[in-house]
């Protein structure tokens, strides 16, 4: 049987493959799986197609990749909701991220920056907690929408930090930006493309990287933990899926080929202009961390209360 595993993973690929990733076209996931599959593409000679197939937080194209057949044809481009969030937001989901889909490489590792809008006098985690504890519930912060990870970043951090605040949840990240932006929301955990040209110009002010390590993107900002006083680890990410039973072989196949490409000096550099790391780890690296993830991200939401809207 294993023999039989080796010979059908060399000779993969031998026609097309789709990578469906669940969100419209534009966005990081979109992005990152145009990449991948331009990368397969040269790298084998057979066409990588890219499928849009958008909705239910991501749950729609996953499910999609989780019934799909085992056999390394059919990829999902997914982001931390629908692998890590969606499992304790959505106990009735139509796939199991762990049970139904097998993780082949992490694609992208996108620390969120907190921002805050520069009418506040807070240059630091710490200062602005001061100013929270004054005024409990008074400071709101944005999130691109319930369950989101800006919105359990922004749970987390009340805890850790021992504050409150009020969550203000938008349909997308775009106008949680805009209304931080325009001093309606006090702060808000956002990716690092969206905030950094307002950040420079100087329209935010950007107080703390979100993640236990710093980012190439804003090399002198320090992280949550280091400027708060506490620890605090939580990020978003994206990275390629296959269907649960497809051969190991092949997913080590694909998971070399793009680990290679993304990991080259210029994808690295390139990619680092957008606030993404990437890293080389195997498939089974990759599992693991998929499985520390979901737990950490059920953790969070057990303990912040977070319900689905």
Known sequence: MLLGGEVSAQAYPTRPIRIVTPYNPGGTSDIMARIVAQKLTEAWGQQVVVENRAGASGMIGADVVAKAAPDGYTLLAAYVTEIAIVPSLYPKAPYDPLRDLAPVALTALTPMILVVTPSIPAKSVKEFATLAKAKPGQYAYASAGSGSPAHLAGELLQRAAGIQLTHVPYKGGGQALTDTLAGHTALFFSSMPS???????????????STAQHSSAAPDVPTVAESG???????????????????????????????????????????ATEGADTSSWSADQFRTFVYSEVAKFARIIKEAGVKAE
């Open 195 to 209: 905030a950094m040209p307002h950040i420079k110009a100087g329209r935010l002010r950007g107080v703390a990287i």
């Open 229 to 271: 006083g506490f620890e605090f680890d939580i990020g978003a990410w994206n990275g390629l899926f296959a269907p649960a039973g497809t051969p190991k072989a092949i997913v080590d196949k694909i998971n070399a080929e793009v680990t290679r490409s993304l990991t080259s000096p210029d994808m690295k550099s390139k990619l």
